[in-house]
């Protein structure tokens, strides 16, 4: 472990907030989840009205020397400064960790991508003028055309397989898939307030990045937003994170959740089942990150909580 690094200071570039949301990105909704839940100390850099708009890739994490990009390694990097949100996870849990993450990104982002960039009606109304207003001119006029044309490029390179090669034909099945992993999701995570027990890990920060763009967003047209809607948990368990970590506004607890099943949800259990355990015997090392007590802050009151508790 680097003592410079111990002792520098931790700078985040991300793009901004709106929506109720401390910032609009998935993958930077991540990492300030997982700082928020570690009690690590980073200075937020919102890119937004900057050059940066059209060159950087973010989230960027700056701390000394070090310059890290994307989730996986920022929180990697995070680990070893001791701000481990997972410390307290046995090898399956962290095991399980990973094979959901891995349902996410195949599942779910791909439904998310076509949701914001792709469709018409939500690219129109929403997704092009919040960042074209975000970004200085003329790269107003360049950064949405972009980003759309780099989500429409990964969900045919992801999708596309033969014979599917065009965008149309590959809607139904991206939103089947995703529907199903909002559905395991829901049904993991039940009544709890997290996945892993009282205290939220890197498992909820990636959920929380994933779902809560959608539970925000104001979008035109999404079914897989109404169908998000009807998952009471998940939708709580975003409003209780967004309430418990970055707003001192909490508000009132959604009904408790009603835990359904589809047809389809006992194949997918199975199929992250055997996703865990084959990482579970591969990977030895998966938490490879110093195996001392981490500096985590004491988490605020749940909502559970509050609503049990008496007003003075």
């Not at 991300?14 to 300030?32: A, K, N, Q």
């Not at 059209?54 to 995070?78: K, M, R, Y």
Request: proline content about 8%; some cysteine; aromatic content about 8%.
């Amino acid at each position: 472990m680097n003592p410079k690094n111990m002792a520098a200071a931790m700078e985040l570039r991300c793009w901004g907030g709106d929506w109720g949301l401390p910032s609009v990105h998935t993958e930077s909704l991540v990492v300030l989840a997982y700082a928020k839940f570690s009690g690590a100390k980073v200075t937020v850099s919102p890119i937004d009205w900057t050059w940066k708009t059209l060159t950087a890739t973010v989230p960027e994490l700056l701390c000394g020397d070090s310059t890290l990009q994307e989730p996986t390694q920022i929180l990697n990097f995070l680990r070893k400064q001791r701000f481990n949100a997972d410390y307290e996870l046995t090898a399956r849990q962290g095991a399980d960790t990973m094979a959901y993450i891995a349902l996410l990104e195949e599942k779910l982002r791909p439904a998310l991508l076509h949701t914001f960039w792709v469709d018409a009606e939500n690219y129109a109304n929403l997704t092009r003028p919040w960042f074209a207003s975000r970004s200085p001119f003329p790269l107003n006029f360049l950064v949405p055309c972009c980003h759309a044309n780099t989500a429409l490029s990964r969900i045919l390179l992801t999708k596309g397989e033969a014979p599917l090669h065009r965008i149309a034909e590959v809607e139904g099945k991206i939103y089947s898939d995703a529907k199903e992993c909002l559905n395991l999701l829901s049904y993991r995570l039940g009544a709890a307030n997290y996945f892993f027990g009282d205290l939220p890990t890197s498992l909820d920060a990636f959920v929380f990045g994933f779902v809560a763009p959608l539970r925000k967003a104001n979008l035109p047209s999404s079914p897989l937003q109404s169908h998000l809607s009807q998952l009471e948990n998940l939708t709580r368990f975003c409003d209780t994170i967004l309430a418990v970590y970055f707003s001192s506004d909490h508000p009132c607890p959604l009904p408790p959740v009603q835990e359904t099943m589809d047809a389809n949800l006992q194949k997918l259990t199975q199929l992250v089942n055997k996703e865990s355990n084959l990482i579970e015997k591969m990977d030895d090392n998966l938490r490879s990150s110093p195996q001392h007590k981490p500096h985590r802050p004491e988490p605020k009151p749940s909502l559970v909580t509050e609503k049990n508790s008496t007003p003075a």
